[in-house]
């Protein structure tokens, strides 16, 4: 429990947090509710997952999306319609979580801020053609969300991280060393979402921390799987297709040839890169060869496999990785876990729920720490190998009817403390979770 009020700095805080997340797999939205509690500005701050969900995406919406994606081409009016959409998703999934899992949004939520939607991600823009700048575009009007919930919303922490001199992505490393950076083992983890990413947790370094993605995840295993059903199966259950033939080594060769992968860091990437359309023309071109889509399957879930172990032997810490904790919907499938095993003998691979948080939850969460630390007015932990070390807050707010009251409760936290003392956290408690 909170201790007694400090009488230089103001009132211990107590904030209840929604964070949600849509990923590039784009299957539905993820979401956490979290209570943070902090006794003052300079003691440790303490996480309490409350709940956690999923909400599916509509299929409507999920095939507008990704057809505006894939085609790159798109109107002043769709997109306009596009991000109303999104926001109505995002708060229709808020709503139905606080129904399902028994709790009321005006009475135990203070904020709710998440991504939203990623429409268009480019952070490194020398890899395209044409005129092209660093930008990045998330959607899901948080206007809508917080008007539609009646609480204060928080989004755009991507392009605010971009705005600051980086890439905007994966944005999750300052959560996975204040949960998981050990004292004398070097630690990372990984998310198998669309896009796969991992941080690297230096040991006894909770600054030291660096994150980057590493390339396709789930995005071309699913559009394969889609490409051969018809759309009638969205993914590669249990890697069953993947397993049933062989990998086109050559193939796999060839693509982790290609510019993004032998790309130094930092680089982020998604579907702008590695969309639909590739996925279907590696297998159009294995299928001319006579290979069956089995084969087509094996083979795109071995680059993603590869690409992985690739990257930690490139650009893992000093001594390679001692233990890889796992999440997102790719670390299920076991033809990536089991090459990844083979590749890397001597570490430990085991999923992030063995700390408590459960396994698809991992970066809803990590929307829920921008979304605290924003509103508290914080900068986050600033990764290690990126192009800026400019620290600064990240996220914009959309008042919602409860923001009067929250917005007294974090003055009265900082009191009289001086802002030009006010850093980013750098010690978290994650206390016992309450989520079934």
């Known amino acids: 429990?909170?201790?007694?009020?400090?009488?230089?700095?103001?009132?211990?805080?107590?904030?209840?947090?929604?964070?949600?997340?849509?990923?590039?797999?784009?299957?539905?939205?993820?979401?956490?509710?979290?209570?943070?509690?902090?006794?003052?500005?300079?003691?440790?701050?303490?996480?309490?997952?409350?709940?956690?969900?999923?909400?599916?995406?509509p299929q409507k919406v999920k095939r507008r999306v990704m057809k505006l994606i894939k085609e790159n081409k798109t109107t002043p009016e769709e997109m306009a319609i596009v991000n109303i959409q999104l926001g109505?998703?995002?708060?229709?999934?808020?709503?139905?979580?606080?129904?399902?899992?028994?709790?009321?949004?005006?009475?135990?939520?203070?904020?709710?801020?998440?991504?939203?939607?990623?429409?268009?991600?480019?952070p490194l823009p020398e890899l395209f053609e044409g005129d092209q700048m660093r930008a990045h575009l998330?959607?899901?009007?948080?206007?809508?969300?917080?008007?539609?919930?009646?609480?204060?919303?928080?989004?755009?922490f991507r392009v605010s991280d971009m705005a600051l001199g980086r890439q905007g992505c994966p944005l999750f490393a300052a959560l996975d060393s204040l949960l998981l950076n050990h004292p004398t083992l070097n630690r990372a983890v990984q998310n198998i979402g669309g896009i796969a990413n991992f941080s690297i947790l230096p040991k006894g370094n909770v600054q030291g921390c660096y994150d980057f993605d590493t390339g396709p995840g789930n995005v071309f295993i699913d559009?394969?799987?889609?490409?051969?059903?018809d759309g009638q199966q969205e993914y590669d259950k249990d890697g069953a297709m993947g397993a049933k033939s062989k990998v086109d080594q050559a193939i796999v060769d060839e693509i982790l040839a290609g510019p993004y992968f032998v790309h130094d860091i930092p680089k982020t990437t998604g579907r702008e890169t590695f969309?639909?359309?590739?996925?279907?023309?590696?297998?159009?071109?294995?299928?001319?060869?006579?290979?069956?889509?089995?084969?087509?399957?094996?083979?795109?879930?071995?680059?993603?496999?590869?690409?992985?172990?690739?990257?930690?032997?490139?650009?893992?810490?000093?001594?390679?990785?001692?233990?890889?904790?796992?999440?997102?919907?790719?670390?299920?499938?076991?033809?990536?876990?089991?090459?990844?095993?083979?590749?890397?003998?001597?570490?430990?691979?085991?999923y992030i729920d063995e700390t408590g948080i459960p396994v698809g939850a991992k970066e809803?969460?990590?929307f829920a720490l921008l979304t605290h630390e924003c509103f508290v007015g914080r900068p986050m932990i600033v990764p290690t190998n990126t192009e800026s070390d400019n620290p600064g807050v990240v996220g914009q707010i959309q008042p919602g009817k409860n923001m009067h009251r929250i917005r007294q409760a974090v003055a009265q936290f900082w009191g009289d403390f001086?802002?030009?003392?006010?850093?980013?956290?750098?010690?978290?408690?994650?206390?016992?979770?309450?989520?079934q």
Request: hydrophobic share 40%.
């Open 138 to 156: 998330d959607m899901a009007e948080i206007a809508i969300i917080a008007a539609n919930t009646g609480v204060t919303s928080l989004g755009n």
């Open 1 to 57: 429990m909170p201790s007694a009020t400090n009488l230089s700095w103001g009132a211990p805080l107590s904030l209840k947090v929604i964070g949600h997340n849509a990923g590039t797999s784009m299957d539905g939205v993820d979401l956490v509710h979290v209570h943070f509690t902090q006794d003052s500005p300079t003691s440790p701050l303490n996480m309490q997952l409350l709940h956690y969900g999923e909400y599916p995406m």
């Open 275 to 350: 969309g639909d359309r590739m996925a279907e023309d590696i297998c159009d071109r294995m299928l001319a060869g006579g290979a069956t889509p089995e084969d087509c399957v094996a083979t795109i879930t071995r680059i993603t496999a590869q690409s992985l172990a690739d990257a930690y032997e490139r650009w893992g810490p000093e001594g390679g990785v001692d233990e890889i904790y796992m999440g997102g919907g790719g670390s299920y499938n076991p033809n990536i876990v089991n090459y990844l095993k083979q590749r890397l003998p001597n570490t430990r691979i085991t």
């Open 223 to 229: 559009a394969a799987v889609r490409y051969f059903t």
């Open 364 to 366: 809803a969460l990590g």
């Open 418 to 435: 001086p802002e030009e003392d006010i850093r980013c956290t750098t010690k978290m408690n994650l206390l016992p979770s309450l989520c």
């Open 88 to 122: 109505e998703v995002i708060a229709d999934a808020v709503n139905s979580f606080a129904r399902d899992q028994g709790f009321d949004l005006a009475k135990d939520v203070d904020l709710i801020g998440g991504q939203g939607q990623t429409i268009w991600h480019l």
